[in-house]
């Protein structure tokens, strides 16, 4: 038995403002059901359900490991979508990241190995 992935659920406010920040990323919306979303890009799903505290979503997020991490950033920069201090850069963990708020408040953070 292995672990193959994990699919982060996020929270959301509004339905019509996620698909349209998710779609606007290049994510393919998968499936839209009264409450839940599904989403994916490449190799990565994010799932995410509806609340109604903008509290919750300010308070989660996830982790997604890339390559070729300067042109998603560019994509995100674009798009106006990168955290006020998120800027791309290398950490001291040995990643080279940046990190984006959704149009919930989620904020979702993008790494690629040194």
């Known amino acids: ?5 994990a699919v982060p659920i996020l929270a959301y406010l509004n339905k019509e403002e996620t698909v349209a920040f998710y779609t606007n990323l290049k994510f393919e919306v998968n499936a839209v059901w009264d409450g839940y979303i599904m989403c994916s890009r490449d ?3 994010i799932h995410l359900w509806q609340c109604n505290d903008p509290e ?7 982790y997604v490991r890339v390559n070729k991490i ?3 950033n560019d994509e995100c920069t ?3 979508c990168v ?3 998120g800027a791309l850069e290398d950490k001291p963990w040995g990643m080279r990241q940046f990190s984006i708020l959704d149009n919930s408040g989620n904020i979702i953070h993008f790494g690629q190995r040194l």
């Open 1 to 5: 038995m292995s672990l193959l992935a």
């Open 56 to 62: 919750i979503p300010k308070n989660t997020g996830c």
């Open 83 to 85: 955290h006020p201090n």
């Open 43 to 45: 190799e990565i799903e």
């Open 70 to 72: 300067e042109g998603l």
């Open 78 to 80: 674009l798009l106006g």
